[in-house]
């Protein structure tokens, strides 16, 4: 029951408007781009790094939480904090290492958890 | 209707012909579904906190559950159904991501464990790390000459 | 045989099509055609373990089934003409390799069933064949995987997007009706590569339709009849898009075509229960529904003159990443009931 206590409901509501509202700003781009959907995360995780490197999106973590950092742009955004702070400390070796390092809990994730998946399933067909 | 002659006019008719995604509905959708996918991201880190767990280590734990979640219900054959209904919804979230690396994987299991699951998982997410990556990297040389 | 105006060939001992058989899968077992279907398939892998032999093993199963039906022995069939969607075209190689008889593997994309037909024609009227086979062969979940994406990535397909058949078209084209009752083939109009710029993958049926007129008034011109001289002139895979788009393209050009014209790829889906958007596609799109439906309705004599062309988009996936346009073909068949009862 403590926990319950403690979720800030507002940042919550916030956060599921944010998130939503960026995933609208992908939508629009499916659906009058064309685009492929790897193209589409390509151009979020790039915006995220600049966003993040120039120093806005710390803003909208501030303010939406995982509404921000949940979809690619905190991901992209992540990556250039991590290269940022690690430039700093460790010079020249922190920009190669510092981004990688940053992410590298949800990449190692989705490596580890495809190959599982790999071979627990099969593909099947799409019933749509 | 005037006859066509112009691979111009012909595409103008084309772009004419072909039916409209449904927006306003996609739009919708896409915004509920990542809306909720955040939340429940939101709900996860406020659980880490709670444990006493710092703010990065909490994103990262996010980050893995989620990844997780999207992983099982890919493999289940579920993502694809979430997908088709909520479209950037599910793309957009870290859940985008993790469908797009174990989807190839699954899919050419067929060609081998080496070749085919290993080499052909990032055949849609290969591009996501080689330009999240290179930007950072480059972010971070920026930083070091000029601040 | 003997060339009429540009590009039609008259068969002047035009071949019979002796037989058909036609295998699909399941979405295709429950669309509105089904019944007309010799095998309807309960999964999309067949007891196999991948796609590839899935559909290997169907277009094998469907050319047995083929043979079986039409009452020659194999070693009567003198040539054999295959195609399909896989690259170096593997279902109808992979699937026929052992049923020896002289093999021509073809490629024209959708458009291979009838270009085939084209062929086995020309062989069967010049007497270097008594018996030709003709066959093809697509599958939805190999298409998709060769062309698009993983079946399980969770993208949202467009509206003018195609659903790829699964399933398989075969017919025996012969020198003989064995008694039967069989309709022949009297014209072949090879069709032109025709490339209006469209580069969208999911618009194919946009892409294609340009080659279909062309081939379509080619043929009225070298054969100097009328679109209201077919009880039905049939296309292959335009889908609802394309279909669309040639009937206007065509009375543009002043041939009414619009109330003995349907498509194959809207006949074979229920669009809205089904959620094939603009309409189903493959290699086996028209080679099932001719072979299932249409070829039905030529025996019963319910109709008795159909114009037959498949359309094919010529592309591949590197073509469409660099950015290339889609260029389409269309073949056509005239098929008549002749002998009289």
């Known amino acids: 029951m403590d926990f319950l206590q403690s979720i800030d409901w507002m940042l919550l509501l916030r956060c599921f408007i944010v998130g939503g509202l960026i995933c609208i700003v992908g939508q629009i781009l499916i659906d009058k781009t064309k685009l492929t959907s790897a193209r589409i995360l390509v151009i979020f995780v790039t915006t995220g790094v600049i966003l993040g490197a120039v120093g806005i999106y710390k803003y909208v973590i501030d303010f939406a939480g995982c509404g921000a950092t949940v979809p690619l742009l905190g991901f992209g955004a992540n990556l250039a904090k991590g290269a940022i702070t690690e430039a700093q400390t460790s010079g020249l070796l922190g920009a190669f290492i510092g981004g990688v390092k940053a992410s590298a809990g949800g990449i190692a994730a989705a490596i580890f958890f495809g190959y599982i998946a790999s071979l627990l399933a099969k593909p099947k067909i799409k019933k749509q | 209707m005037k006859s066509i002659e112009t691979k111009q006019e012909y595409l103008d008719y084309v772009d004419k012909k072909s039916p409209n995604s449904p927006i306003l509905r996609n739009c919708f959708n896409a915004f509920w579904v990542g809306g909720l996918i955040c939340s429940i991201g939101q709900l996860i880190f406020d659980f880490c906190q709670y444990k006493g767990l710092d703010d990065t280590m909490s994103s990262t734990v996010v980050s893995i559950i989620l990844i997780g979640i999207a992983a099982l219900l890919t493999a289940l054959n579920i993502f694809n159904k979430i997908g088709k209904f909520a479209g950037a919804g599910s793309l957009v979230p870290i859940t985008g991501f993790a469908n797009s690396i174990v989807s190839p994987a699954i899919e050419y299991k067929s060609e081998g464990y080496v070749m085919g699951v290993g080499g052909k998982m990032f055949t849609v997410a290969g591009p996501v790390l080689v330009f999240g990556i290179s930007t950072s990297v480059i972010v971070g040389i920026i930083t070091l000459f000029f601040i | 045989m003997r060339k009429l105006g540009n590009q039609t060939i008259l068969l002047e001992n035009p071949p019979y099509i002796l037989e058909t058989s036609s295998i699909v899968g399941p979405k295709e077992a429950q669309g509105p055609l089904a019944k007309y279907f010799d095998q309807c398939l309960e999964d999309e892998f067949w007891g196999e373990k991948t796609w590839e032999k899935a559909e290997s093993k169907i277009i094998k199963e469907n050319v047995n089934a083929v043979i079986a039906k039409s009452g020659i022995p194999s070693t009567e069939i003198d040539y054999c003409f295959a195609g399909d969607l896989l690259n170096q075209c593997i279902s109808s190689s ?150 669309e788009i040639l009937q206007e393209m ?62 094919g988009a010529l592309m591949n996936s590197t073509s469409s990443q660099q950015g290339e346009s889609i260029p389409g073909i269309a073949h056509a068949v005239a098929i008549e009931n002749i002998t009289n009862k």
């Not at chain 3, 084209?118 to 062989?123: A, Q, T």
């Not at chain 3, 990535?153 to 084209?173: D, E, F, K, Y």
Request: with cysteine.
């Open chain 3, 94 to 243: 992979f699937g026929l390799r052992e049923i020896n008889i002289p093999f021509f593997g073809i490629f024209g994309a959708c458009s291979t069933f009838v270009e085939g037909m084209c062929l086995g024609s020309i062989f069967v009227d010049s007497g270097a064949a008594k018996n030709v086979l003709c066959a093809t062969s697509s599958h939805f979940c190999s298409a998709e995987k060769q062309f698009r994406f993983p079946l399980e990535l969770g993208n949202q397909r467009p509206q003018s997007s195609q659903w790829t058949v699964t399933g398989s078209g075969a017919a025996i084209l012969s020198n003989t009706n064995l008694g039967k009752n069989c309709p022949q083939i009297t014209y072949v109009t090879p069709g032109k590569i025709v490339d209006m710029g469209v580069k969208d993958g999911n618009n194919m049926g946009a892409a294609m339709a340009p080659a279909a007129l062309d081939t379509l008034i080619t043929h009225f011109k070298d054969t100097g009849r009328k679109p209201s001289y077919y009880d039905a002139i049939i296309t292959g895979d335009l889908g609802y898009i394309g279909k």
């Open chain 3, 250 to 311: 065509a009375e543009t050009k002043g041939y009414n075509i619009k109330s003995n014209y349907d498509d194959c790829g809207v006949l074979m889906f229920d669009k809205d229960a089904q959620d094939t958007h603009a309409g189903g596609s493959g290699c086996a799109c028209i080679g099932t529904v001719f072979s299932g439906y249409f070829y039905r309705q030529l025996k019963e004599r319910k109709i008795n003159r159909i114009l037959l062309m498949a359309t």
